[in-house]
């Protein structure tokens, strides 16, 4: 706890470890109880204090052992100065070294478990951005020309082929525009019914997650989806639709899922929003030139 949260939580981890222990050797009869109490304040203390330098799991395992070690000795100590000489000698004699390998070989394979997570997430999420960029290239065309079925059909299909998902689907604010996989089954036979999870969407303007199939207001007898994301699409502040993904089969949608549909979401709204100023400019154009046209024909028709 101190390693991993800081001072803090382990202050309330050192509470609970050393009430525990001390409160157990006064029903047991245990004369360690107060050694392990006081060790447990000094250990989650040194390692609260150590916190800073553990982000990343960095630390090289060596060292990692060494305060293991270190922190057997501190409980040493402590067992020395609170425990009478004969049981403490007896304890440091027999305990004392099995104790300290264990332990500190125990500490080791949790900072390397905790580094095995680290890298996992960091390479999922490395991935997820990765496709992200792909799917950036590829559908940077797209939506040139606004947000059509037509332009929707395509950039759903490169996201499902790229992304993996069980099922894409893009809708307006008012109806499904398309919806391809098997995680259209819910709302492709009604399109001018929008699902639960889009409806929430719509109504908070803000990124939606189904984990169960019953969140997703699904009604169709064998529909194999089991969680999706439904993510805004803005142009110039004002939403204009929703992008779902859709996964199958008991899958879960993960965190880096999230974060990939978040990055999903910006990238489109983006191109829309790009899309817009260019329609807006070239509306703009035309404009001008009407006007020119009304202004110099008068001219003509006077000479």
């Excluded at 390692?47 to 305060?67: E, T």
């Excluded at 307006?172 to 699902?195: T, W």
């Amino acid at each position: 706890a101190g390693i991993l949260g800081g001072p803090l939580p382990g202050l309330m981890t050192w509470l609970i470890v050393g009430a525990q222990s001390y409160f157990m050797g006064q029903y047991f009869g245990s004369c360690l109880a107060i050694p392990y109490a006081v060790s447990s304040v000094l250990i989650g203390g040194m390692a609260g204090l150590l916190h800073p330098y553990f982000r990343g799991m960095r630390m090289p395992l060596s060292l990692v052992f060494v305060l293991g070690v270190v922190e057997e000795h501190i409980q040493l100590i402590s067992i020395w100065n609170y425990v009478p000489a004969a049981e403490a000698d007896l304890f440091i004699k027999y305990a004392s070294l099995p104790s300290m390998i264990v332990n500190s070989g125990a500490l080791v394979i949790f900072v390397i478990m905790l580094r095995r997570a680290y890298e996992r997430e960091e390479r999922m999420t490395a991935e997820q951005s990765h496709k992200a960029m792909l799917i950036a290239g590829q559908t940077l065309h797209l939506f040139r020309n606004g947000f059509s079925s037509e332009n929707a059909l395509a950039a759903a299909q490169i996201i499902q082929e790229t992304g993996g998902y069980g099922g894409v689907a893009f809708t307006s604010c008012r109806r499904l525009l398309v919806g391809i996989g098997f995680g259209d089954c819910h709302c492709m036979h009604e399109p001018e019914h929008l699902n639960a999870l889009t409806q929430q969407t719509l109504k908070t303007a803000s990124m939606s997650v189904a984990e169960k199939k019953a969140e997703l207001g699904c009604s169709v007898i064998g529909c194999r989806c089991s969680s999706a994301i439904s993510i805004p699409l803005f142009i110039a502040g004002k939403m204009s639709g929703t992008v779902q993904l859709y996964q199958m089969d008991g899958r879960a949608m993960t965190y880096s899922d999230r974060i990939f549909g978040h990055d999903l979401g910006q990238l489109f709204s983006t191109q829309l929003e790009l899309a817009e100023t260019e329609r807006q400019r070239k509306l703009a154009g035309e404009a001008k030139l009407m006007m020119l046209h009304m202004q110099i024909q008068p001219h003509f028709m006077f000479n």
